[in-house]
């Protein structure tokens, strides 16, 4: 285990009926005009979005507001928000969504008062130094923006999915998370969300970092407790404690704990940034295609932690071919997307003829010459997760 540095300052208020708590939250953290962002319009139809605005009315706080914000957020709503939080001197986030609109908020946060252009920000222009606070009313658990210092955002000249990761600039001041918010989630959504998650912990879990046991059995366990989950809540989708359970699985996914200590990998989430940017479809469903094809790879190039996870998580037996127990453990996998409604190749996304030489060349423009960790992938080996995933 590396020495580490794990900065998690966000009050997560989590259970039913919690999002009576944000104005209180709202308080608490010292806003006093607050700028609403929330999505397409499922928190208008729900009723979250006029039983927040009402109880920050009733709190006396005003608010302006931005909706609209789309799936695999882009540019043009960050400048809208930050030429709205400007000139309405806003001095207090609150994304009411999931992490498309969680990120925008991310990205207002630090545009606002910074002189120059968000965008350097993700094309390492610049750094932040100063960000609007935010609290974040968490309806879909899937990114873990809620717990995470991180945002991702395309830039639609060029189509370039990029993200800025701080350490604790960008962490929500506080996240409401009510697992009844998610019943109406979309059994696509829902599933999408999962996907997602269990990438997170898999990200970190790859690693070449010896002595990791506490972090791998984390991993492990949380892993097995979202496939229990995940299945379940397939089934009876207002199902409370399964509901419950994913939105935390969520949030630790992605939140640092899964991954003290260790160097991680995060070639999937890179390579699937660029399927998402090229083709916008829905980023848990881009990693359930990258990530088996990517766990393909390594059971013949270096084999040692898949065949531990395939042991671990699936409960694969252990046996003397480790490659063949790390490919059982991929079909597993594989099987358990299928039974959540969830495609595992391009073809079953509807990709039917993915550009693989524009993926590859994109891929190592944005991230250079080698992405990710376990092992190191130059655009051969890149080429060939994609094919694989064909
Ligand atoms: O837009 P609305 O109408 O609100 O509908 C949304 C959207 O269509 C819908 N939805 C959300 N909550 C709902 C609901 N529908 C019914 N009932 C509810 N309670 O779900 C759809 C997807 O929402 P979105 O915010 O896009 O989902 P998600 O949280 O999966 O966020 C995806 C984005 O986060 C990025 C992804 O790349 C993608 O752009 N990521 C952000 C990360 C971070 N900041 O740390 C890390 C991740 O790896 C990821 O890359
Ligand atoms: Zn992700």
């Not at 909706?67 to 400048?79: E, F, H, I, L």
């Not at 990120?103 to 606002?112: E, L, S, V, Y």
């Not at 995060?266 to 469903?285: D, L, P, R």
Request: net charge negative; aromatic share 8%.
């Amino acid at each position: 285990m590396n020495n580490f540095d794990f900065y998690s300052p966000t009050e997560f208020v989590f259970g039913k009926g919690t999002e009576s708590r944000t104005a209180e939250l709202v308080k608490k953290y010292h806003g006093t005009k607050v700028l609403i962002v929330y999505g397409g319009g499922s928190v208008v139809r729900s009723g979250l979005l006029d039983k927040i605005k009402k109880e920050l009315d009733e709190a006396g706080i005003p608010h302006v507001e931005l909706g609209g914000v789309q799936p695999n957020p882009t540019d043009p709503k960050v400048y809208e928000g930050i030429e709205l939080g400007r000139r309405e001197q806003i001095d207090f986030l609150l994304p009411v969504g999931g992490g498309s609109v969680i990120d925008t908020a991310k990205a207002i946060a630090m545009g606002i008062p910074y002189e120059g252009d968000f965008w350097d920000f993700y094309i390492n222009k610049a750094v932040p130094q100063k960000a609007v606070p935010l609290g974040v009313v968490l309806t879909i658990p899937a990114a873990g923006s809620e717990g995470s210092g991180n945002t991702v955002i395309t830039k639609l000249d060029g189509l370039k999915k990029l993200s800025v990761r701080t350490h604790g600039l960008l962490r929500p001041t506080f996240a409401v998370m009510n697992p009844e918010l998610t019943y109406t989630l979309p059994a696509w959504q829902t599933a999408c969300g999962v996907t997602d998650m269990m990438a997170h912990i898999m990200e970190r879990y790859f690693t070449n970092t010896e002595d990791q046991e506490v972090p791998d059995r984390m991993c492990e366990g949380t892993l097995k407790a979202i496939i229990t989950e995940a299945l379940r809540v397939m089934k009876e989708p207002t199902n409370y404690g399964a509901r419950a359970n994913l939105m935390w699985a969520g949030t630790i996914a992605h939140n640092g704990t899964c991954g003290v200590g260790a160097v991680e990998d995060w070639a999937s989430h890179f390579m699937e940034h660029e399927v998402s940017a090229i083709y916008n479809v829905t980023h848990g469903a881009g990693l359930a295609v990258i990530f088996p094809a990517w766990l393909t790879y390594m059971a013949s190039h270096h084999v040692g932690k898949v065949a531990q996870y395939a042991n671990r998580v699936w409960d694969v037996p252990e046996s003397d071919d480790k490659k063949a127990m790390a490919l059982e453990g991929v079909a597993r996998l594989k099987a358990f997307f299928h039974a959540i409604g969830i495609p595992v190749t391009f073809k079953e996304l509807g990709i039917e003829h993915p550009d693989i030489d524009l993926l590859v060349k994109k891929l190592h423009e944005n991230k250079g010459q080698y992405v990710g960790c376990y092992v190191p992938l130059d655009a051969q080996a890149t080429r060939e997760i994609y094919e694989l995933a064909n």
